[in-house]
Every structure is written in C-alpha cells, then in structure tokens.
C-alpha cells in the first residue's frame, strides 16, 4: 500500500523550510516515524495509560453537603469506562437549549423544572393500608401540590390505566383494589402507585441551571435520560450528551459512543493534570467498539471472549476455563500472545510475526508460471 | 425516533458504500467482509441510514492526530 503524507505536515514542513523544500526528505522522516507492523501497540497503550493512572488518587474527593454535583472521577471514573459498566452510580446530561431558551432565564428555569421527575412520593406525607376493607390512604401534601400546580383531578388520571378505583376524600386519596386478596399484594400495589411520574422525564431526580461566559444557559441534571431528552423540542440536540457511553451507543449509536469514551478518558485524565498520547486512547476505544457493542476490557468483556483458551485461562480463573474447553472440546488456534508464551513458542510480535514462505520449485513468483512449472 | 442523531456533535458522518466501492476497498486492504469491524443492525445510525444487513458503512472521522480519516464497518446482525 503506498503512504501518503498527510497534507497538514507538508504545510508545516514548507512553512519551516520554505516554500521549495525537498518533500523526498519529509518522506522519509514520516515512514520512519510510522509504528512498523508487528508493533505490541496494545501492550503499548496498556502500559501508557496504566502508568499514569497510579497518580490518580484513588479516593474521589468527599462532597457531602455541598451543593455542586457530586460525579465520579479520577480513576474510580477510568475503571467505570473501561469496564464498560452499565447503571454508573453518577450519570448525568449536558442539556444545551435552542437560542430562544438560552437566553432567557425564566424561558430556561421553566424548562429546568419541567424536566424534574415527579413522583407521588413527592407530594404525599403519609399513607396507611387497610387490608380488611382493601384500601389505601394517601396524604397528600396541599402545599407541595399547589408549588407544583397539579390538581388532584390531574394525579387521579395518572393512575386512570391501573385497575383501581380511586377518590378524593379532602386532602386524601383513596385507592381501593377489590381483587387484592391479601397485604402482600396491596403493599406491592403501594409501590406502584408510589412511584408513577406525574410530571417530567423519567430518571432526572435533579435539575440545576448554569449560565456559560456567554450570557447563554445551560441545564446539569442528575440522573439520565438521553433519549427523551432529545426528543423534547427546547433542546439543542447538536450539543447535548449525557456522560453515560452504554446510553449513548444505544441512543447515537456505537461511532458516537467511541467519540465519547475518548472524549471522557482525556477529560478524566486531563482533570488531574495528567497528559497521554491520543493514539493510545484512540486504540483502547476502537478496541472496545470493535464488533458494534461497547465492551468492556477485563474478564467479562475483550479478555474474557479471547478465542484462545490459553490466552483466557492465562488471564483469570484458569481452572474454570480449562475444565470448560475440556467439557466442550474447544480448540486453541496458537494465533496469540500468551497461549505461545505458555508453549514456549516464539510470540506473534514484531520479527516473530513474519514467517519464512519457501516456493516449491524455487522459480517464478505467480501462480500462473508455478503452475506451467509443473507442467513440464 | 424523531431524532436526527447525525446532527449530534459525537456522530461522525456515515455513507452507506457502493459495491464496486467495497470492492475496491477490500482488495486495497487484502481483507475480506468478515475482517472489517462491525455495527449492529439495530444500530440507531444504521437505522437512520436505512441501511442492510452486509451493507459497508464508510465513516468519516475526525481526529485530533491525523485529521480527518476514513473508517468502515459492515453491518451485522
């Protein structure tokens, strides 16, 4: 394959060389510093990214009682990206709103609110259950209420899809489930109704509006949930992202959960003053995104799934991997790194990866005058 | 799905690639279908782009080390 150097170190050269520099020269200077095939890049990038990461502190720094989001950083956060963990503990949304709304504050903290989960948790004070007459009593909250501007009416046919008969007796509401036979059930049908959302979007507990060097402003939630968030028509969906990368593969697809993991891994990093080649980031996040799924590195994700039994049970748990190939009458390719250690081979890496191609009759280098060869 | 997620600042741009296009493709790199990565086919963007399954998807990046590059997939089940 020819190489072609990239058009923005030619600029560069004839910038510091003149305009009639020798582009033969540069040519050279940019295969050489071109990684050779057979290069270990990964052990490369693991080592690169490994080393600085035992200057990360390893306890995140304790905000209890403040009133800024607390979210995971510094290695905590590395190991949640790597591992592609689902549910992380501090997910939340950079909501960036279109031009009429960032510029007002009212039009932006209406939105804010707006977007607020609320449950009928959050405005009853008290309930009780009455097994004998199969009936539950909610206190609602009246002040709660008329801070939110709900009426009663408005929460009855919240729960106008569940099969129950509900009133309003005051400031009481009353559920009554004939078909409840004992408290377990009524107690299960409690929780239900507890957490059925009268206003907003799901998953966002909170909502705090920021205001960017511009005069525009912007929304922090905790809590996430990228898909309905961007289908609401305020939003500038060209801007906003949520820092969850198994939401946002499912949401914006796997290309953009790759953006995202390179994006929070130097961001992660960057955030303690530490600096890695891009190219190592790069590599790990292909790595991950590599069959269309975010994986995880480590024993369930890339490791775990290595063709190789040797190379797996080199890893973690051998035992259980070897008695499972046994069981199953695996097959081990000697393709990789570690299975050729453990045999004493010469590894797949650099040198060792060429192998010596010796042409039958010693002549002719295409198939074609091979075969007349043999003919004669 | 009302979104348009290309417009999203973390999507890079998709084409959806002819076949003499592949064709080229995989005889510049000596791979073949099999070897490219993959994207689901439930994929949002492969959704959007209407694509089908053994499709090859060319992916415009943008990268802070070399510019900008080409990338593919092939759409898989």
């Known amino acids: ?376 | 799905m009302d979104i348009d997620i290309f417009k999203n600042r973390l999507s890079p741009q998709y084409k959806i690639m002819q076949k003499e296009e592949v064709d080229k493709l995989l005889e510049e790199y000596n791979v073949s279908l099999k070897d490219l990565p993959k994207i689901k086919l439930n994929d949002p963007a492969v959704k959007q782009l209407n694509a089908n399954e053994g499709d090859v998807i060319e992916i415009n990046r943008k990268s802070a080390t070399a510019g900008e590059y080409n990338y593919y997939r092939v759409v898989v089940k």
Request: with cysteine; glycine share 6%; aromatic share 6%.
């Open chain 1, 1 to 376: 394959m020819k190489t072609q150097v990239p058009e923005k170190y030619i600029i560069a050269f004839k910038k510091k060389y003149g305009e009639d520099a020798d582009l033969n020269e540069l040519e050279k200077i940019y295969k050489r510093s071109l990684v050779t095939p057979g290069e270990a890049v990964g052990v490369i990038a693991a080592q690169s990214i490994g080393e600085a990461s035992t200057q990360l502190t390893l306890r995140t720094k304790h905000a209890a009682g403040l009133s800024v989001i607390n979210t995971t950083t510094g290695l905590p956060r590395l190991v949640e990206i790597f591992d592609a963990k689902k549910d992380i503990p501090t997910p939340f949304i950079d909501i960036y709103l279109n031009s009429e709304y960032s510029k007002s504050k009212e039009k932006a903290s209406a939105f804010a609110n707006k977007i607020i989960e609320i449950k009928i948790e959050d405005i009853t004070t008290s309930y009780t259950v009455s097994p004998r007459k199969k009936e539950i009593v909610f206190v609602i909250d009246k002040d709660v209420l008329k801070e939110y501007g709900f009426t009663m009416k408005e929460i009855i046919s919240h729960l106008s899809r569940m099969k129950i008969s509900t009133s309003v007796e005051g400031d009481k509401l009353l559920v009554v489930d004939k078909s409840a036979s004992d408290v377990k059930k009524l107690i299960r049908l409690r929780n239900k109704i507890v957490n059925v959302n009268i206003s907003g979007v799901p998953g966002i507990s909170r909502a705090i509006l920021n205001q960017d060097k511009e005069g525009n402003y912007w929304i922090k939630t905790i809590g996430t949930n990228l898909a309905e968030i961007l289908k609401m028509e305020e939003v500038d969906v060209s801007k906003t992202v949520s820092n969850d990368i198994i939401e946002v593969s499912k949401v914006l697809g796997i290309e953009a959960a790759r953006n995202l993991i390179i994006e929070e891994v130097r961001g992660t990093l960057e955030n303690v003053g530490l600096t890695v080649d891009n190219r190592h980031i790069f590599l790990i996040a292909d790595a991950m995104c590599l069959d269309g799924t975010v994986r995880g590195i480590g024993r369930y994700g890339l490791s775990g799934e290595a063709e190789s039994v040797l190379a797996r049970a080199s890893f973690e748990v051998p035992f259980k991997h070897l008695i499972e190939a046994g069981l199953y009458h695996e097959s081990d390719p000697f393709k990789y790194v570690a299975n050729n250690i453990v045999s004493n081979q010469v590894i797949p890496v650099g040198t060792g990866e060429v192998k010596l191609v010796v042409k039958e009759n010693g002549k002719g280098n295409n198939e074609e005058s091979s075969g007349e060869d043999k003919k004669q």
